[in-house]
């Protein structure tokens, strides 16, 4: 554990947090800042950051609870929709540095809408070129 990383500090139960599951592993708990109401975070209880430096099992056990909170938006909160997220790096929006996934209910009139700026390869030779670069990295 991290002193200073706060969701440490809530899986600790050193800071509070409206908790929805936990096992020995893992923690649920609502965002304090819902883009939806009902938004809910995902974290192992370990720290660990970011994805790539964390251990495929810890991942399997986190997304089997991330599934289990997706059905219960559904069940529980009628959600329509949910979207999973998990940002690594400030570039991608991280800003608590502890791996953590959200799962945010939706609803088809919410109102909330992701700033989905779509791009085009200008080229075909662009796009086989990054492919490739990706693939030799694996
Ligand atoms: P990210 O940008 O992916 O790092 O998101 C961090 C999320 O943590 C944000 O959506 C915050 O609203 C949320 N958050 C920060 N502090 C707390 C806290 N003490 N309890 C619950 N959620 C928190
Ligand atoms: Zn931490």
Redesign the pocket.
């Known amino acids: 554990m991290s002193a200073e990383c ?1 969701f440490c500090r ?1 899986a600790a139960g050193a ?1 509070p ?1 409206v908790k929805i599951y936990e096992d020995a592993d893992t923690l649920a ?5 819902p883009i939806v109401k009902g ?1 809910a ?1 995902v974290i192992p209880r370990q720290h660990y950051d970011p994805i790539t430096q964390t251990p495929e099992p810890v991942l399997a056990r986190l997304m089997a609870v991330v599934k289990k909170i997706a059905q219960a938006q559904m069940n529980g909160l009628r959600a329509d929709g949910v979207n999973v ?3 690594n790096g400030a570039a991608a ?5 502890h791996l ?1 996934f ?1 799962v945010i209910p939706r609803y088809r009139a919410d109102g909330h809408h992701w700033n989905w700026a779509a791009k085009k390869y200008e080229q075909p030779e662009e796009m086989q070129r990054l492919a490739a670069a990706i693939q030799a990295a694996l």
Do not use: E, S, Y
């Open positions: 706060i809530i800071l947090a708990f609502l965002d304090i800042g938004h975070l997220i998990q940002a929006g991280q800003m608590v540095p953590h959200h």
